[in-house]
Structures are given as C-alpha cells and as structure tokens.
C-alpha cells in the first residue's frame, strides 16, 4: 500500500479553490493531476473542529462527538475541544496504528494526547496565563516539537499568520523528508484566519493565496511522487457585516447574568451555544412555557433565519436539545461581541457555501464533477492506506 499526505486548506470555498487553482502555479498543477469534487458538500455543524473529526472517522457529528469547535456555554473561558479522547469513532490514525502504519499530524484537530500519532504537533488554543509552548510539549510529540520549535521557532509570531502556517508546512515538510510517516495529516488555517477579518475578493487574502500555494508545493514535494495527496477545504465562509450575541436574549429575560467573561448561567441554567451561522438552546431546568418564550423571542430577533430542521438537529448531535436555528446572510451569532468580515457554521442550503476535496495519486484518474461529501474521504483514504475502519461499514 501506499503512503498518504492530507492536506486541508481551512475555509476555502469551493469557488475560492477554484479561482486559486486558476491563478497560482502549485494548485494549478495539482488540480490538473487530480480527480477532484467540487461543489462538494460539507458537514453540518460546518465549523472546524466538528468538520475535521468527520474527515478523520467517515462520520457525523452525532456519531463522532466532537459537535463544536469548544465547550457549549458562551464564555472567554470555554475551552476549545483539543484532546483526541472526544472522538468516539475511529479515526484514520487509530486505524493506521493497528495496521501497523505510522502517522503523522501538524496542527490537525483533536489529536491532543494521541497515543497513535507517532510525529504529533497538535493544534491547541491555550487560555490567557497559559504558555502555548509548554501546553504543546505536554499534549503532542515531546522530543520532535522541541526539535521543530528550535529549528523552525523562528518563522513563528505568536499565533498570527501566515507566520503559523509558515511553520506548520516547515515542520511537516521536515517530518515528511526525514520520518517517511505512512500518514501524513496537514491543517493549514491561514486562508481561515484571514478571511474571519476581510471579506470575500478582498485584496488582503491574495496574502493568504500565495501563502497556501507555496505550501502546496513544498509539501506535495517532500512526500514525493509515490504518495497519494488529498487536499480539502472544511467549511466555506460567508460575509458577516453583523455580530450578533443571541444570548442578551436570555438576560433581558433575566434568565442568565453577564460576568468578566461574558455570561453567567442563572437559575434554570439555560444558555444559547453560538456556532457562527447558527446556534442552539440548552434548556437546562428552563420549563416548557419559558422555552416557547424564548423559542418566539429568539424568532423575532434581528438576523434569525430560520429554524433548523430535526435532521439538522440530529446529525450535528443536537437531538435532545429544545430547537436550534440559523442566521440569515451578513450575520452570525457568537459567544461574545468579536469584529467580523466572514464566518461558517451556517446550514448546508446556503448558498455559495460548497466545498472541495482533490485526490492525485495511483488508480485516481484527472478530472473534476460536481458533487460529493466531506464523508467521502475517510473511505477514500482508508482505501489508499488498505484500513479497516469499522466505521464505514
Ligand atoms: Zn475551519
């Protein structure tokens, strides 16, 4: 079997890889060798780290677990969901342990304490007081991150980009030429980073453009002509021109209070999780005539769009909660007030809203269709790799 490199290129639309693929010489290539999907669908809640965990397990979110990018409850202090252990379904690199393969991650989701990801850099938010060098060291590959951060530490500023990827693709370049791992997983979130601040065509992210082709290129090299490469994009992102903090609901109804950090659950412990294009209401103790008030409230506020459906709700492993909804076009709902130009995390039916994924490699034969989901991958790739994943059955 052969090796395999995965390469995902964070909130690049479907159009965006397109428009990249027409104009930047590495893409360019890669998408004239590629058997790709465009117009492919993603993976409700269509945020990062739910997304990930589906390419990772051939799953949805209802049956991997990992449902949102951090904890529920709109705070500073929710903590993002790093550790490995959230996924309920096997993923790629459990697969390709018990085969006997090895693996290697850069800045990929949820692999914080992997005991089956032989080269780990894992992506991790640490919190303010925390040291994002120590916290890595700890919950990754010790002795390798120690390596890359001496070697590669210097093209880092903090966690701003394209800084970050510059150093994500120098370590998975330098793990690729040296370890030779059978798996090869790539997260690269600069198009993403700047995109949350600039809206779409913007002058700004031709920035970023440049920065993923040249990253392309360098990582499509170090894994040499042998491996199989699958690049991908998560989640689109739409234009946002208002924030909206869906949870002042809840405190002019007095149900919840506002703290340092944001908000403070009350009595009946209800709150809204905010995901972007779409949030869900935790009931708590809130009785059933309290919940209808707020169900009417939330459906008269600026922005709503629309409800969400009980399969939007089951799939993205919301089935017990009293009822979700989603923002129409130019808003989005988060936690806390944040400056943005772009967000995800909007229903499937959007439009402009579809995703991509490009297989080159043996037995893949060049050309594009339209069509295709984010779960198409695991099986591709478990495939390439000869796994049994029992997921996929
Ligand atoms: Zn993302």
Request: hydrophobic share 40%.
């Amino acid at each position: 079997m052969g090796k395999l490199l995965i390469v995902s290129l964070d909130a690049l639309s479907s159009r965006e890889w397109e428009a990249m693929a027409a104009r930047y010489p590495n893409a360019a290539a890669f998408a004239r060798g590629a058997s790709a999907s465009l117009d492919a669908r993603s993976v409700f809640p269509t945020n990062t780290y739910p997304v990930h965990c589906s390419v990772a397990t051939g799953r949805p979110p209802r049956e991997h677990g990992v449902t949102s990018n951090t904890e529920p409850f709109p705070s500073r202090r929710s903590r993002w969901i790093t550790s490995a252990s959230a996924i309920r379904a096997k993923t790629l690199w459990q697969a390709a342990r018990e085969a006997g393969l090895t693996s290697a991650a850069a800045l990929w989701p949820c692999t914080a304490g992997s005991p089956d990801i032989r080269w780990n850099i894992p992506e991790i938010h640490v919190q303010p007081g925390e040291n994002q060098i120590i916290t890595n060291l700890r919950s990754g590959s010790f002795l390798l991150q120690l390596r890359m951060v001496l070697r590669y530490g210097k093209l880092l500023d903090g966690a701003r980009q394209p800084a970050l990827d510059n150093f994500v693709a120098a370590c998975a370049v330098d793990v690729l030429r040296r370890k030779r791992p059978d798996l090869t997983l790539v997260h690269l979130t600069c198009y993403d980073t700047l995109r949350h601040h600039n809206p779409y065509g913007s002058p700004a992210l031709e920035t970023a453009y440049a920065s993923l082709d040249g990253h392309l290129g360098r990582l499509l090299d170090a894994a040499g002509k042998d491996t199989t490469a699958i690049v991908f994009s998560d989640h689109a992102q739409l234009d946002v021109h208002t924030v909206l903090t869906p949870n002042d609901i809840l405190v002019e109804m007095g149900l919840i209070g506002v703290g340092a950090d944001g908000y403070e659950p009350g009595g009946h412990r209800c709150f809204i999780e905010c995901c972007g294009g779409c949030a869900f209401f935790h009931a708590g103790g809130l009785p059933g005539d309290g919940t209808a008030r707020v169900r009417e409230a939330a459906a008269a506020s600026e922005g709503f769009g629309r409800f969400l459906t009980d399969e939007e709700m089951d799939v993205s492993g919301r089935a017990g909660l009293a009822f979700g909804f989603s923002a129409k076009r130019g808003y989005c709902y988060n936690s806390i007030k944040a400056d943005e130009k772009g967000n995800h995390g909007y229903p499937l039916d959007m439009p402009d809203y579809n995703v991509f994924y490009a297989v080159r490699g043996k037995g893949f034969t060049p050309g594009a269709r339209r069509g295709g989901s984010l779960l198409d991958i695991a099986p591709i790739a478990a495939g390439i790799l000869g796994l049994g994943m029992d997921n996929l059955d």
